[in-house]
């Protein structure tokens, strides 16, 4: 049999992958050859330290890996929070949520269909508006380290507010004319798979949300989350032993628009990649509604009394599922763990019994897809190689 | 600056048009097809000479080395990182000049924002260090893992190490620019216990390196440093961990919105007290504005629209080296820290260094008092 060794980039980093089969994919290994060690900093580090470290695990979704030790810490040590502070952690979390679905979309899903690079140009757009949103109260973005157990560290004033809500209204509205509207009409969409059937990459059909942040709603519990070694530096990650699909689509399979695109085409490419652009939508109408009920005169943050203890906190980043644990010992970190959704993903089994959500939809179909229907999870190698 | 410096810089973009840009529009067209009129693109040149440090006279002369920039290719590798210095650049300034700028700019390869894919991109590198051999600008993000012959990070069909592929870059190359902390110092994967053995390319590359530190560095710092090496043909002057001067020749504490409070001994005691509300001095809460030499308090981020301190959290001191060892606890003030970048660097300017030691008497006071008296409490 033939056995080859693609180098996939473009997906924050670098994976590798080897496929046996000729023209068509019969098995496929996912390793990745990158290791960085945070978790080893951490420890034995003051606990408030792990907020500035943790969020340069990845430049593309510091917010989310901030917002899930600030919570991990949060439940060890049984702190409290405004409403205010609760809203403006959602707005920063959901709006780098959205604007990396679109930079996934157009930067790095795209050019494996149509090399234009016009396409990257509009993701940029979005992507500087949607930063500056987040800047208004985070303060900076990526990078900040503006959420503290107990809240936040900002205090925005009403003008500040003002600004939100208009820009919000702004990208909103200009999400819906250039990228996809509520009726999911997108002509980029028709573009991209205008020579690309909709119908390939059909995986698990195991869905599964950790989280419960923005309007999402968790159908797993953390505990039955497990960790092995696989041939590369990543780690695999099961659920109750079984390999599962996070992300967009298992957070939206509820949502009436995205189960008629279900019913037809299964867990396809097209109707991943459909519930990963129309979440960015979702997202919106729900901030736009959530900023109207910040209550300013609120305090912004709620000191909590710090003691040892172990907190798991599992929120839900970009690209799904995201879990943070840490053990305080001395008000010291005594231990630290981290999996990202990309491992979820796209872990690498040898049991042909139990594969991945990646593995399995990439087996069986032509080579020639495989570039694409990789990059359909959207991958983070930069998390991968915590 | 002398007009014998001018008309060198002529020169050198007189030479530079000669050779073949990278498409059929000029920047002019570019910029003008997205909306910018020749105005805006010289008020840009200003703003940007303004930033570089340089006299006004100079904004033609940086609107025309704009204008060419495409002549000059840049290759942009990702080593040990978390790509946030990518995130930086690609959110650039407004009204979004730079980053057409940055976008016409010749970028060969860039693993994240180019528009070729697996063979064609490595192709495309290739083919830039062979072409291009001693002309194209290098920018590195990322700290380059040393231990075990560098194995932690493979990059490449060949599995090449990010160490051997950095060297093998950097002999071609015309300048060699550390995009971030990781590159410039090594980052947070140096970081204690640095179990991958990173270190920063100019400890493993023999050649100038200029270092555009910071986590991340502003998009403006970025682009600035490379439009100055198309400009000059040279690197900018520097302090001494090598970084330029024109963006960290200043601390953060300088310029710093909350410095009138230092200056009146209104801070923080703690989050979310009456002092926090007010916008008062963070230093109590562990900011190191007073130890960190960058330009955020003046350029900020995102479109000029923030930066860490306005949102209430202090300064981390992101752009110094070793900061996440040194400069740690990050929200407990540090009284008694050695000015690093100031103290060995005797041309960091007389001016600053006179500010640090009047500066620095007041952070002893403040931090003899927050010594009786727990911030904490």
Known sequence: MKITKKIVNKIEGEASLKIYGDKKVDFVEIEFWQYRGIENYLINRPIMDALVINPRICGICGHSHLFATVKAIENAVNAKISKKAKILRDITVGLEIVENHIKWFYITLFPTQIKDKKYIFKANKFATLISKAIALIAGQYPHNSYMIPGGVTCDPTNLEIIKLKDLLQKIYEKYQEEIIDLNMNSNDLRVFFENLPRDIGKSVNRFLVLGNNLFFKKNGDVS?????????????VLYNNLFVEVGPLARNIENQNIKKIYDKYKDSIYTRIIARIYEGLLILKYLIKKVKEIDICEPSYIKPEIYDGTGISAIEAPRGS????????????ANYNIIVPTQFNLSSSQDKNNLSAAQTAMIGEKKEYLDTIFKCFDICAVCVSH | MNEATIAKIKERLASLRKLPGIGEKSVAQVLEEHGFTRRDFLKWSAAMAVMLGLPTKFSPLIAEAAEVSDRLPVVWLHLAECTGCSESLIRNDSPTIDNIIFNFINLQYHDTIMAAAGWQAEENYEEALEKFAGRFVLCVEGGVPTKDGGEFLTIGPNAETGLEKLKRTAAKAAAVISVGTCSSFGGIQAAAPNP???KGVYQVINKPVINVPGCPPSAKNIVGTILYVILFGALPAVDNFNRPKFAYGLRIHDLCER???????????????????NGFCLYKVGCKGPYTFNNCSRERFNQHTSWPVQAGHGCIGCSEPDFWDSMAPYEEPL?????????????????GATILTVAGVAIVAHAALSAIKNPKE
């Open chain 1, 224 to 236: 039955l989350v497990k960790e092995e070694k696989n041939t590369s530096l990543s780690k695999n």
């Open chain 1, 322 to 333: 995201l879990v943070h644990e840490i053990k305080i010992k001395n008000e010291k970190i």
């Open chain 2, 196 to 198: 991958t053995g990173v």
């Open chain 2, 259 to 277: 410095r009138g409070h230092f200056d009146a001994g209104e801070f923080v005691e703690q989050f979310g007290d009456n002092g926090a509300e």
């Open chain 2, 335 to 351: 009284a008694n820290h050695k000015f690093a970048s100031a103290s060995v660097d005797a041309t960091a300017d007389k001016v």
